[in-house]
């Protein structure tokens, strides 16, 4: 069973762009889920998707969204990047949800680096 | 306030040695609490997850324990291996209106031969 993907695996922006990233989660997993991580910050969820809606949602501001495709594929879109966007992107998926009692599959993560 | 705290930062043991990675945490209303392993460069690895009824759970090498009543848990490695090297990332959930996940800031193994 192939495992959860991201692409682009790494990205280089400058302030201003906007950037939109990739998640393929496992077959038959509904549920997809976003986190950052920062060295200064560490992990902090960015928001999970089911069934194609938004769920639940972290403390981020209006400039990070997501979506999510009928066939589970999700994608993740910061606008208007700042500096302090700068991180590791991951996905995770899931059966039944990201705060239910299941596990979660995370992905390799996207590297994007904000100039 | 809702906070996820562990101890000690870094670790490092000799390898074969057993070691105790703590998480003590303040969530509330708690749902589930989960211990991830993470490699450098790459996506945690679930470890083991559990709810305020569960006070033990094992997964290999690995134990992990819960004391809903104190908040506190622990992660147990057995028997370390140079590969245990890795950062261990506890996260706590909580659910109510807005599910959120409170994330501690993760021990650094470093296991040496």
């Known amino acids: 069973k192939a495992g959860v993907t991201q692409t682009p695996r790494y990205l280089i922006k400058t302030r201003g762009q906007q950037v939109t990233l990739s998640c393929s989660p496992i077959s038959g997993h509904r549920s997809v889920s976003w986190y950052q991580q920062t060295p200064g910050q560490g992990l902090q969820f960015l928001f999970e998707y089911f069934s194609e809606t938004q769920r639940n949602k972290g403390n981020f501001p209006g400039r990070f969204s997501g979506r999510q495709f009928s066939n589970s594929r999700s994608e993740m879109n910061v606008s208007t990047l700042e500096l302090g966007d700068s991180a590791l992107y991951l996905c995770?998926?899931?059966?039944?949800?990201?705060?239910?009692?299941?596990?979660?599959?995370f992905g390799p993560g996207t590297r994007l680096t904000v100039l | 306030k809702n906070q996820v705290e562990q101890s000690p930062q870094s670790l490092i043991i000799l390898e074969g040695k057993n070691c105790t990675l703590q998480c003590n945490y303040t969530v509330s209303p708690f749902s589930n609490l989960r211990w991830y392993k993470q490699d450098t460069g790459r996506g945690p690895v679930s470890l083991t997850i559990?709810?305020?009824?569960?006070n033990t759970k094992s997964n290999g090498r690995y134990t992990a324990t819960l004391d809903a009543d104190t908040k506190q848990s622990s992660l147990h490695i057995t028997a370390s291996q140079l590969s245990d090297s890795a950062s261990y990332i506890c996260?706590?959930?909580?659910?109510?209106?807005?599910?959120?996940?409170?994330f501690g800031t993760g021990t650094s193994l470093t296991v040496i031969p």
């Open positions: 996260v706590v959930s909580a659910e109510n209106t807005g599910n959120q996940f409170y």
């Open positions: 559990m709810t305020f009824s569960e």
């Open positions: 995770a998926s899931s059966p039944w949800g990201s705060f239910s009692y299941n596990e979660q599959f």
